[in-house]
């Protein structure tokens, strides 16, 4: 399978316990995006990267969340003292080079805060 | 927040009828995207549509783009029980990061057989 894949689906956690999520995304995509995405809502943009660069972070980002993409190919992105509105889905995305091109997006990870 | 705003929020229809789903959204933009999540699946993207462009059309898909009323619209012709999904547009806004996409609320769409 040549798609986004993301690991692991599910994650169920107590409250104040860090998670880590990690993404791969289509090979030749040099553009991967993070999205969260609440229970009857579209997704939100968390961040995104370019290669290894992180360009940009949306205020939703806490100083909770950081994310990462070291060399330019998967990416993690981590919650540190996860809180019960962290519950989400997760979702990562890859795309070519910036332009009006669709993104391709991975099955998530749901998360479960108790 | 959101920019996309959908409507309906949910439609309900019969195999082989005509389901039309509309969005507004606030700020100008560089294109357009509809995307189909299917219950527990990722956003499938369907179509793109760009600032310049007024309609376009995929398999059974016609999407319309009016920039003047700042609104689009996706027509799923003679529809299917598997076309059961949520639909969502997202723009792409000029002005911010291409790619950074801000997605609708969705229209949640049941065909019925």
């Known amino acids: 399978d040549t798609g986004v894949s993301q690991d692991p689906r599910h994650k169920i956690t107590k409250r104040g316990q860090n998670v880590t999520f990690r993404c791969d995304p289509i090979s030749e995509h040099n553009r991967l995006y993070w999205y969260r995405q609440t229970l009857g809502q579209g997704p939100e943009f968390l961040t995104y990267f370019q290669n290894e660069a992180q360009l940009e972070k949306s205020r939703l980002l806490s100083d909770r969340f950081s994310a990462e993409r070291p060399k330019g190919s998967f990416s993690t992105l981590e919650i540190q003292r996860t809180e019960q509105g962290d519950s989400a889905m997760y979702l990562c995305?890859?795309?070519?080079?910036?332009?009006?091109?669709?993104?391709?997006f991975g099955p998530g990870t749901r998360l479960t805060v108790l | 927040s959101q920019q996309g705003e959908e409507d309906p929020q949910a439609l309900s229809i019969q195999e082989g009828e005509n389901a039309t789903m509309n969005c507004s959204y606030k700020t100008s933009i560089n294109n357009l995207q509809w995307y189909r999540q299917n219950s527990g699946r990722g956003l499938v993207h369907l179509i793109l549509?760009?600032?310049?462009?007024r309609e376009k059309h995929s398999g059974r898909l016609r999407v319309t783009l009016d920039t003047s009323k700042k609104s689009s619209s996706l027509l799923i012709t003679a529809s299917r029980a598997a076309d059961t999904a949520s639909y969502f547009c997202a723009t792409d806004a000029r002005g911010t990061s291409y790619g950074k996409l801000t997605f609708g609320q969705g229209t949640i769409l049941t065909v019925h057989p």
């Open positions: 549509i760009r600032s310049n462009e």
């Open positions: 995305a890859s795309s070519l080079a910036a332009g009006d091109i669709e993104q391709f």
